[in-house]
């Protein structure tokens, strides 16, 4: 059975003293009370909730010591009765705060902090000398520094157990008292952030405008709230007399009333003396004259207790000899016992003030100001410089947008082409072989119809003559062979029989003479000793494929001669391109698939082709202009026409160009040179750009069409 004092187990049984003491210290936390007040409270309250004997409240000083801040029942723990009890506790208190980290401790009574042990010579031990348990707790700060110790002494009588309970007590109430220190520093800050977001709005107002009054007036009025005055009134300089611009609470400045023109005259007389004047109820017999003169009369008409006129001169004005450009005059008529804070307050006001008011003043000196002062009114009415600016920007993207959507603009596609004459032909050599020889020069232009153009050898064509030719030879054989004994035996019935065999051996001679000769034909066969296999290639015909053409140039472009020489070549590799040069030219144009439709769209509407007679003669068409532009004359321009039926069906690869993997159209373009450049432009294969004009569309869409067709395509097409 225990053996324990009742009334310590009853504590121990009452969790519910613990959370009524931390729901009141919380509370005492987030209040706003002083520290001595707040620290009182937090005490009793801790002390009361365990029936502690006593307890102490130590907060480090700027010093760096500790100062006792509230106490309960301290005096009854006899420290002061024991000989060194008071010097070994505080000794106690020394260690326990300057322990890093901060770390809660408990000594038992008569106990000694670090154990038992050795004392050097004069050092006093840190112990605690009393009858009773010490509890100490840290009051930590934000940045984890110790701001002070919660100290509670418990009796001796108590279970073992119980005493880590209550340290653990004393740690959550000192952590109460740690967040009242956050507090109470959140509030400090907030308090100055408020007042510098005042002070940053009063600054933010008064640069907001360029007229001298308008400024003053926002001086006045706003900056009689920070300074926290009766009267504020602010007075500028130009020339060489101040006018008073702006009096707070009054709309209207009546320069004629007395009350103003001696405000100016002690306006006029401060600024001269390039000194602050401060009244506070007793005039300063060190006054210049004119200006206690001016001070009199003033105060005759208006008895403030508290009046300041202070200067406010901007960096800008260099010439420290003349007077300041503005000033300001602070009116109180029941002020504080301590002034320095309204006087503070009101230099932080004129600090602000006198780079606006230097700028309204420098503004009205400036001539013409009606040409650009619409745009000043504009911006003020707007709210701003950043408001014109935005306002100026939309207006802009409006004008973009309407112009983008009525402008008319011709819609153009970008296609790419050669020059080449209008009749092209090319040489293919017919059957697998390697050249022997190419007999035309490059860019020859006097090349004759049926001339031999390259000379080919063939080994399968070699093959196939031979086998003809052999089996030509061998039937040939057989032919003779049958009429020879058809003249020789007379047998009637032997007659019939060679006269069979001689028939089928005539007819297969004929058919492989006729092949023989449609070989040779055919390729162009050479058929001399050493010429089997050999072949020659010759240039096309003229009268049906160019009609008034007379003679071939070898449009090429390389020397063929060179690198086909030898050379293995198939059926469909050309050997020699020509062409009729000194015929008709025109541009081979390659459209890309994207654009063939805005072609095809073009021919069938209205006003954006025309109607001409097409130049080989077929009729009257429909054309679309075009912008044609020449490797190397690109400062040139030439007019070109796309008629309706040189623009092709199907689209094919675009083989020329392997950057280019979109098929194109391929179209033809006439273009009109004038007759002296004719000759300068006609190189075939000379590379060309062409602009295809189809009509006028919306300015934004001719200039960002293909912006749109993607967005169509990817984005709203799928949908």
Same mark, same amino acid.
């Not at 705060?97 to 008569?110: T, V």
């Not at 009134?233 to 320069?255: F, L, N, P």
């Given at each position: 059975?225990?053996?324990?004092?009742?009334?310590?187990?009853?504590?121990?049984?009452?969790?519910?003293?613990?959370?009524?003491?931390?729901?009141?210290?919380?509370? &005492?936390?987030?209040?706003?009370?002083?520290?001595?007040?707040?620290?009182?409270?937090?005490?009793?309250?801790?002390?009361?909730?365990?029936?502690?004997?006593?307890?102490?409240? %130590?907060?480090?000083?700027?010093?760096?010591?500790?100062?006792?801040?509230?106490?309960?029942? =301290?005096?009854?723990?006899?420290?002061?009765?024991?000989?060194?009890?008071?010097?070994?506790?505080?000794?106690?208190?020394?260690?326990?705060?300057?322990?890093?980290?901060?770390?809660?401790?408990?000594?038992?009574?008569?106990?000694?902090?670090? !154990? +038992?042990?050795?004392?050097?010579?004069?050092?006093?031990?840190?112990?605690? =000398?009393?009858?009773?348990?010490?509890?100490?707790?840290?009051?930590?700060?934000?940045?984890?520094?110790?701001? !002070?110790?919660?100290?509670?002494?418990?009796?001796?009588?108590?279970?073992?157990?119980?005493?880590?309970?209550?340290?653990? /007590?004393?740690?959550?109430?000192?952590?109460?008292?740690?967040?009242?220190?956050?507090?109470?520093?959140?509030?400090?800050?907030?308090?100055?952030?408020? @007042?510098?977001?005042?002070?940053?709005?009063?600054?933010?107002?008064?640069?907001?405008?360029?007229?001298?009054?308008?400024?003053?007036?926002?001086? @006045?009025?706003?900056?009689?709230?920070?300074?926290?005055?009766?009267?504020?009134?602010?007075?500028?300089?130009?020339? $060489?007399?101040?006018?008073? *611009?702006?009096?707070?609470?009054?709309?209207?400045? *009546?320069?004629?009333?007395?009350?103003?023109?001696?405000?100016?005259?002690?306006?006029?007389?401060?600024?001269?003396?390039?000194?602050?004047?401060?009244?506070?109820?007793?005039?300063?017999?060190?006054?210049?004259?004119?200006?206690?003169?001016?001070?009199?009369? /003033?105060?005759?008409?208006?008895?403030?207790?508290?009046?300041?006129?202070?200067?406010?001169?901007? *960096?800008?004005?260099?010439?420290?000899?003349?007077?300041?450009?503005?000033?300001?005059?602070? *009116?109180?008529?029941?002020?504080?016992?301590?002034?320095?804070?309204?006087?503070?307050? =009101? #230099?932080?006001?004129?600090?602000?003030?006198?780079?606006?008011?230097?700028?309204?003043?420098?503004?009205?000196?400036?001539?013409?100001?009606?040409? %650009? %002062?619409?745009?000043?009114?504009?911006?003020?009415?707007?709210?701003?410089?950043?408001?014109?600016?935005?306002?100026?920007?939309?207006?802009?993207?409006? &004008?973009?947008?309407?112009?983008?959507?009525?402008?008319?603009?011709?819609?153009?596609?970008?296609?790419?082409?050669? /020059?080449?004459?209008?009749?092209?032909?090319?040489?293919?050599?017919?059957?697998?072989?390697?050249?022997?020889?190419?007999?035309?020069? +490059?860019?020859?232009?006097?090349?004759?119809?049926?001339?031999?153009?390259?000379?080919?050898?063939?080994?399968?064509?070699?093959?196939?003559?031979? !086998?003809?030719?052999?089996?030509?030879?061998?039937?040939?054989?057989?032919? #003779?062979?049958?009429?020879?004994?058809?003249?020789?035996?007379?047998?009637?019935?032997?007659?019939?029989?060679?006269?069979?065999?001689?028939?089928? @051996?005539?007819?297969?001679?004929?058919?492989?003479?006729?092949?023989?000769?449609?070989?040779?034909?055919?390729?162009?066969?050479?058929?001399?000793?050493?010429?089997?296999?050999?072949?020659?290639?010759? @240039?096309?015909?003229?009268?049906?494929?160019? +009609?008034?053409?007379?003679?071939? $140039?070898?449009?090429?472009?390389?020397?063929?001669?060179?690198?086909?020489?030898?050379?293995?070549?198939?059926?469909?590799?050309?050997?020699?391109?020509?062409?009729?040069?000194?015929?008709?030219?025109?541009?081979?144009?390659?459209?890309?698939?994207?654009?063939?439709?805005?072609?095809?769209?073009?021919?069938?509407?209205?006003?954006?082709?025309?109607?001409?007679?097409?130049?080989?003669?077929?009729?009257?068409?429909?054309?679309?202009?075009? #912008?044609?532009?020449?490797?190397?004359?690109?400062?040139?321009?030439?007019?070109?026409?796309? /008629?309706?039926?040189?623009?092709?069906?199907?689209?094919?690869?675009?083989?020329?160009?392997?950057?280019?993997?979109?098929?194109?159209?391929?179209?033809?373009?006439?273009?009109?040179?004038?007759?002296?450049?004719?000759?300068?432009?006609?190189?075939?294969?000379?590379?060309?750009?062409?602009?295809?004009?189809?009509?006028?569309?919306?300015?934004?869409?001719?200039?960002?069409?293909?912006? %749109?067709?993607?967005?169509?395509?990817?984005?709203?097409?799928?949908?």
């Amino acid at each position: 059975m225990s053996t324990k004092p009742p009334e310590s187990n009853e504590r121990l049984r009452s969790p519910r003293q613990f959370d009524d003491a931390f729901e009141e210290a919380s509370r &005492l936390a987030g209040s706003s009370l002083t520290p001595a007040d707040f620290y009182e409270k937090l005490l009793q309250r801790t002390v009361a909730a365990i029936n502690a004997p006593a307890g102490a409240v %130590w907060l480090r000083t700027p010093q760096g010591f500790l100062q006792m801040a509230a106490q309960q029942n =301290l005096e009854k723990l006899g420290l002061d009765e024991r000989r060194g009890g008071r010097q070994c506790h505080n000794e106690v208190l020394r260690q326990v705060f300057q322990a890093s980290p901060p770390r809660p401790l408990m000594l038992e009574p008569q106990g000694r902090l670090g !154990g +038992p042990g050795p004392v050097e010579p004069g050092a006093v031990p840190a112990a605690n =000398l009393t009858d009773y348990y010490a509890l100490f707790a840290p009051i930590i700060s934000p940045d984890k520094s110790s701001l !002070g110790l919660l100290e509670v002494f418990q009796d001796a009588t108590l279970e073992p157990r119980a005493y880590q309970t209550y340290l653990q /007590y004393a740690m959550q109430m000192a952590g109460y008292a740690s967040q009242y220190h956050a507090f109470s520093a959140n509030r400090q800050s907030s308090g100055s952030e408020k @007042a510098y977001l005042q002070i940053e709005a009063f600054a933010r107002l008064i640069h907001g405008t360029l007229n001298p009054t308008e400024c003053a007036y926002h001086i @006045a009025n706003e900056g009689r709230k920070i300074v926290e005055a009766d009267r504020l009134s602010v007075g500028i300089r130009h020339g $060489s007399k101040v006018t008073v *611009e702006a009096v707070s609470g009054a709309d209207v400045v *009546e320069k004629a009333s007395t009350h103003v023109r001696r405000m100016k005259n002690l306006f006029d007389a401060v600024l001269k003396m390039n000194d602050k004047l401060v009244f506070a109820g007793t005039k300063d017999e060190a006054l210049p004259p004119d200006v206690a003169k001016s001070l009199d009369e /003033y105060l005759a008409e208006s008895q403030p207790k508290l009046l300041v006129v202070a200067p406010i001169r901007d *960096e800008r004005e260099k010439d420290s000899d003349k007077p300041a450009r503005s000033a300001v005059l602070m *009116e109180v008529f029941n002020p504080p016992e301590q002034t320095e804070a309204i006087i503070q307050r =009101l #230099d932080v006001v004129g600090k602000h003030a006198a780079p606006a008011l230097y700028n309204a003043a420098e503004m009205k000196r400036i001539p013409f100001k009606p040409l %650009w %002062w619409p745009v000043v009114k504009l911006q003020d009415g707007l709210g701003g410089k950043t408001k014109l600016y935005g306002a100026l920007i939309a207006a802009g993207l409006v &004008l973009l947008a309407l112009a983008m959507t009525l402008v008319p603009y011709p819609l153009k596609m970008d296609a790419k082409g050669h /020059y080449m004459p209008v009749y092209i032909a090319h040489v293919f050599p017919g059957e697998e072989c390697q050249v022997d020889e190419v007999l035309v020069e +490059p860019k020859q232009d006097d090349i004759k119809p049926g001339a031999t153009v390259a000379r080919l050898y063939s080994s399968e064509l070699r093959k196939r003559y031979e !086998g003809i030719d052999q089996e030509l030879a061998y039937n040939q054989k057989l032919l #003779d062979q049958y009429t020879l004994e058809k003249n020789q035996n007379r047998d009637p019935n032997r007659q019939i029989d060679y006269a069979a065999k001689i028939a089928e @051996a005539s007819a297969k001679v004929k058919s492989q003479t006729e092949q023989k000769s449609s070989l040779i034909a055919r390729f162009n066969m050479l058929t001399g000793p050493n010429e089997i296999g050999q072949f020659i290639a010759k @240039a096309p015909r003229l009268d049906q494929l160019a +009609p008034g053409i007379q003679v071939w $140039s070898n449009i090429t472009g390389s020397d063929v001669r060179e690198t086909l020489t030898k050379r293995a070549m198939r059926p469909n590799e050309p050997i020699v391109r020509f062409g009729a040069a000194r015929g008709p030219w025109r541009v081979e144009l390659k459209i890309p698939q994207r654009g063939i439709g805005h072609v095809n769209k073009a021919f069938n509407r209205d006003g954006a082709f025309f109607e001409d007679d097409h130049p080989r003669g077929y009729g009257k068409q429909k054309y679309l202009a075009v #912008d044609v532009l020449f490797a190397g004359y690109e400062t040139e321009k030439f007019a070109g026409r796309l /008629y309706r039926s040189d623009v092709l069906i199907e689209a094919m690869p675009n083989k020329d160009d392997h950057n280019e993997t979109e098929p194109v159209t391929m179209a033809y373009v006439y273009v009109d040179l004038p007759a002296e450049q004719q000759e300068t432009f006609k190189k075939a294969g000379a590379e060309v750009r062409c602009n295809i004009l189809c009509g006028d569309h919306a300015l934004g869409y001719s200039l960002f069409h293909g912006v %749109w067709e993607w967005f169509y395509e990817k984005v709203l097409f799928p949908f």
